[in-house]
């Protein structure tokens, strides 16, 4: 199916471990986005990348880093958890600017740090 | 800065009924609205996309209105079912974010058969 794909769906990391969240998608979509999602706090974006080549901090880009591989893929790497990043994160695509087009999302990725 | 408000939080209401959830933005100069619905421990599943020269969009028992100069937006669910059962989220694509989503904090709904 078309979409956003989004790898591991649940992962546990000890304080100080690093992960990368992977995330693709086949839509041809230019431009993509990473989200946190915490209870109370709504749908934050840690980072975007409006185009292949390009990345740039959202709202909330501590402690996180991204690179988008080629147009299909966007990653984010946490390189020392912390419990702070618990919390679900969310990949999404789009046409950045383009009124005709929304954004599709992923399932997620629930992460917990102990 | 945009900001985007979804009164109310949280509402419930008895199988058949209409459902009417409201999204307020504070800056006008949008490109799109879009309105969401998100299952527990689930991800986004787009409803419905307004663009910002559009007054409404209908999808089934679905149907979204678009007031610019209000800053306003609604969400109409005719017939509710159980099924309907979910959050929803309003967001909007606007200059004032670099064209960026912005979110509401989502309305919780419960409908009881």
């Known amino acids: 199916n078309a979409g956003v794909t989004q790898t591991p769906k649940f992962q546990v990391l000890k304080t100080g471990q690093s992960m990368t969240l992977q995330c693709a998608q086949d839509?041809?979509?230019?431009?993509m986005y990473w989200y946190r999602q915490d209870p109370g706090m709504g749908l934050r974006l840690i980072y975007y990348?409006?185009?292949?080549?390009?990345?740039d901090k959202g709202e909330v880009p501590n402690g996180y880093n991204v690179s988008r591989l080629n147009k299909r893929e966007f990653s984010l790497r946490l390189e020392s958890a912390a419990p702070s990043q618990t919390s679900v994160y969310f990949c999404?695509?789009?046409?950045?600017?383009?009124?005709?087009?929304?954004?599709?999302f992923g399932s997620g990725t629930r992460l917990t740090v102990v | 800065k945009q900001e985007v408000t979804q009164i109310p939080a949280a509402l419930s209401v008895p199988e058949g009924e209409n459902l009417v959830l409201n999204c307020s933005f504070t800056d006008s100069a949008i490109y799109n609205l879009q309105w969401f619905r998100q299952d527990p421990g689930k991800g986004l599943t787009s409803l419905l996309l307004i663009q910002s020269s559009q007054r409404e969009q209908t999808s089934g028992r679905l149907n979204a209105s678009l007031d610019k100069s209000s800053g306003r937006s609604t969400l109409y669910i005719a017939a509710s079912q159980p099924g309907d059962s979910a959050t929803y989220l309003c967001?909007?694509?606007?200059?004032?974010?670099?064209?960026?989503?912005?979110f509401g904090g989502g309305t919780r709904v419960l409908v009881k058969p």
């Open positions: 839509m041809n979509h230019n431009s």
């Open positions: 990348s409006a185009s292949e080549g390009t990345t």
């Open positions: 999404a695509s789009s046409e950045l600017g383009h009124p005709n087009y929304g954004y599709t």
């Open positions: 967001a909007v694509s606007s200059k004032a974010a670099g064209n960026k989503l912005t």
